[in-house]
């Protein structure tokens, strides 16, 4: 009962938003009482945070231990977005509803807070792992929002680039900030 719960949370979340769902709207949709529903979720930001915030860092656990080992960044990051651009159909929709949470526009406010937390640390574990070929915090950076861009654009508004032009663009991304990182260092 609680993932059939979980399965119409985050489609009603999707479609209507954190606000313009009431927890009697999941207990419609999975025709159940409410105190079913209460039973398995003691809110609707409890609801929230399980099936978007816990649910997400969870598929990006799962996707980063499906990466092959020994492959140069850049290849991790292509794989990355590939493996964006191939999610299921409930993990886009968590993604999704993820990313609007992050921003600000969508969610609960103490789930954006555990996600912005969660997301400094992978931030900072990155970080040491470009610091390894590029030497430049703003560099970096710029990799970084640059991924998440194709990320987003994928995500959110649907694109769907090919594996081609997904490789290429990360390349020139590392191309142009490892050219500057060398120009720096002479």
């Known amino acids: 009962m609680k993932d059939k719960i979980a399965y119409h949370a985050i489609r009603l979340f999707d479609e209507n938003g954190f606000h313009g769902t009431a927890m009697r709207d999941i207990g419609e949709a999975v025709q159940c009482k409410m105190p079913t529903v209460y039973y398995h979720y003691k809110n609707k930001e409890d609801l929230f945070d399980q099936v978007v915030r816990v649910s997400f860092e969870k598929m990006v656990v799962?996707?980063?231990n499906k990466l092959p080992?020994?492959?140069?960044?850049p290849e991790v990051c292509i794989i990355r977005v590939i493996q964006k651009k191939n999610l299921s159909e409930d993990d886009r929709i968590t993604y999704?509803?993820?990313i609007k949470?992050?921003?600000?526009?969508?969610?609960?406010?103490?789930?954006?807070?555990?996600?912005?937390?969660?997301?400094?640390?992978?931030y900072k574990q990155n970080e040491l792992e470009y610091a390894k070929i590029i030497s430049s915090p703003m560099w970096v950076k710029f990799i970084t929002r640059s991924t998440a861009s194709i990320i987003?654009?994928?995500?959110?508004?649907?694109?769907?680039?090919?594996d081609d032009e997904i490789k290429e663009e990360i390349l020139m991304i590392f191309e142009v900030a490892m050219h500057h990182n060398k120009n720096n260092n002479k």
């Open 62 to 64: 799962r996707l980063e």
């Open 69 to 73: 080992k020994g492959l140069t960044l």
């Open 96 to 98: 999704r509803l993820a």
């Open 101 to 122: 949470t992050w921003l600000g526009f969508e969610g609960c406010e103490a789930s954006r807070q555990k996600l912005l937390q969660w997301e400094q640390k992978r």
């Open 152 to 162: 987003e654009r994928i995500i959110l508004l649907e694109e769907i680039p090919s």
